[in-house]
């Protein structure tokens, strides 16, 4: 499994940005998908976005032309940026990998960060 941590959540008004950052190690394959997902209380889990085999980013419908996902490969992180931020992002923000490339999204993954928290306030 890959270890994942995640940092640079926090609080900000509607409107605002963040960028999310997430470091990958313990891994030698050249093949890995990564991937942002999140969660709010009482929510199911949604797939924000990831990267996929094509080297592309695909989105969710509710943060596409707000977020933008990529990857510094030299250093194994991945990155996700988020402006014009909606109370309604409130959220836990995990980062997941895993060791194979994905081809749709979102995949299955089957290693996960402990999350970074994000909140918008109105």
């Known amino acids: 499994q890959v270890q994942l941590v995640e940092s640079g959540g926090g609080s900000v008004q509607a409107g605002g940005s963040l960028r999310l950052s997430c470091v990958a190690s313990?891994?030698?394959?050249?093949?890995?998908?990564m991937g942002w997902f999140r969660q709010a209380p009482g929510k199911e889990r949604e797939g924000v976005g990831g990267i996929l085999r094509d080297g592309l980013p695909r989105y969710a419908d509710s943060v596409k032309g707000r977020f933008t996902i990529y990857k510094d490969n030299g250093k194994n992180i991945l990155y996700l940026q988020m402006n014009n931020l909606k109370p309604e992002d409130t959220a836990m923000y995990y980062c997941?990998?895993?060791?194979?490339?994905?081809?749709?999204?979102?995949?299955?993954?089957?290693?996960w960060g402990q999350g970074t928290q994000v909140t918008v306030s109105s």
């Open positions: 997941a990998a895993r060791l194979e490339q994905c081809l749709i999204w979102p995949s299955s993954f089957n290693s």
């Open positions: 313990g891994y030698t394959s050249s093949s890995i998908c």
